[in-house]
């Protein structure tokens, strides 16, 4: 099978890629012109993982929308243009809010401008397929760690105690999430791009929640105490966890626990 990948040079597409055996085009920040010169019915499935979240829509509000909802409308136009008969967008847990209802048919309730624009993609998505004929799968992933990670809590965690340096400790760390293995929530999310799945949107987490403190706690007994900043945060959900009974009736799958992964490094 041949399929278009954005986002390849980030974490999870880079590893996407190492978890495959499908031919790739590999779509980078400065590739998307290229799109437009590839074959029509060459290509079987497009995985759009291209993301921004670095940047703030405050300050870089024209490069934000580019990266984030243009790129979209893009890729989906492509699908249209050369015939792709599937589209997998990966959107996020953000999108649930500061509900623990993380029923894939609930109503979502987004409190983040990053789950408000994830939100927007995925109705953009289902209306325009539906529409056009092609086969969408959005898969809302939670917090992802490891791999080439320098964004999520677990490794700035890691890093400030390897480093010796000050870490920002939001609410006591009372908060709980969802974490999930990088290469976990690569090999799966190519497991569900193989299967006959139709027009479905799919958790992929742990289906564990861990408090933040206890992270903290498990890091320090491994690598020593460090500097820690207390502070506090009134818009910090206090708990996230994927519901996963909609995964777990489609493939069986063991998830790397995080714990282990923090002692085993």
Known sequence: MKLILTGANGNLGRHI???????????????WASLDKIYSN???GFIH????????????LESVLESN?????????????????????????????NSSNTDEDSPCNPITMNGFIKLFN?????SYCIENNINYLILRAFNSYGG?????????????????????LYNDGISERDFIHINDLAKIV???YEMDIQNEIINIGS????????ILKHVESKYGKFEVNKSYNDSEILYSRANLTKINNLIDYKYINLLVYISDL
């Open 148 to 168: 080439y990670d320098s964004f999520s809590v677990v490794q700035k965690i890691i890093d400030c105690a390897k480093n010796n340096k000050k870490f920002t």
């Open 49 to 60: 993982c291209a993301y921004d979240l670095k940047n703030n829509l405050n300050s870089s």
């Open 69 to 97: 909802v243009l790129s979209t409308a893009k890729a989906l136009r492509i699908c249209k243009e050369k015939n792709i008969p599937k589209f997998i967008f990966i959107s996020s847990c953000s999108v649930y809010g």
């Open 17 to 31: 890629t190492n978890n495959t055996q499908s031919e790739i085009f590999s779509v980078s920040r400065d590739d």
């Open 207 to 214: 289906g564990t929640s861990v408090k933040i403190i206890e």
């Open 42 to 44: 060459n290509y079987q």
């Open 190 to 192: 190519y497991m569900l």
């Open 122 to 126: 995925e109705e953009l998505i289902k």
